[in-house]
């Protein structure tokens, strides 16, 4: 999810500092002197935005994956239990039988 809205923001951010290096009024309506400085400030801030979404999306997708393989892992092989082992039946020997 932080991945796409990352891209979005880096596509918002191309186009607001194509435009506004183009025309800085248009961008930067509301200013009486709009600037191409401020225009790359803006742009400079709105890209560290997107790279810092962009990265911890990446590392929030990359522990989603390690959780999901350590469950699918103990399904697999699940932990090791004691098995009960089956004992022959023998039949009991008297210890007062002579032996020949």
Request: glycine share 4%; proline share 10%.
């Amino acid at each position: 999810m932080l991945i796409k809205i990352a891209f979005h923001t880096g596509i918002w951010t191309l186009l607001f500092f194509i435009v506004g290096m183009i025309k800085p009024k248009w961008p930067l309506f509301f200013l009486k002197k709009p600037d191409r400085f401020l225009v790359l400030i803006i742009s400079t801030v709105l890209f560290m935005i997107s790279a810092t979404l962009y990265g911890e999306g990446n590392r929030q997708r990359a522990e989603e994956e390690k959780a999901t393989k350590d469950v699918v892992s103990k399904i697999v092989t699940p932990s090791s239990a004691p098995v009960p082992v089956p004992v022959p039946d023998v039949p009991a020997t008297k210890a007062d039988s002579p032996k020949n």
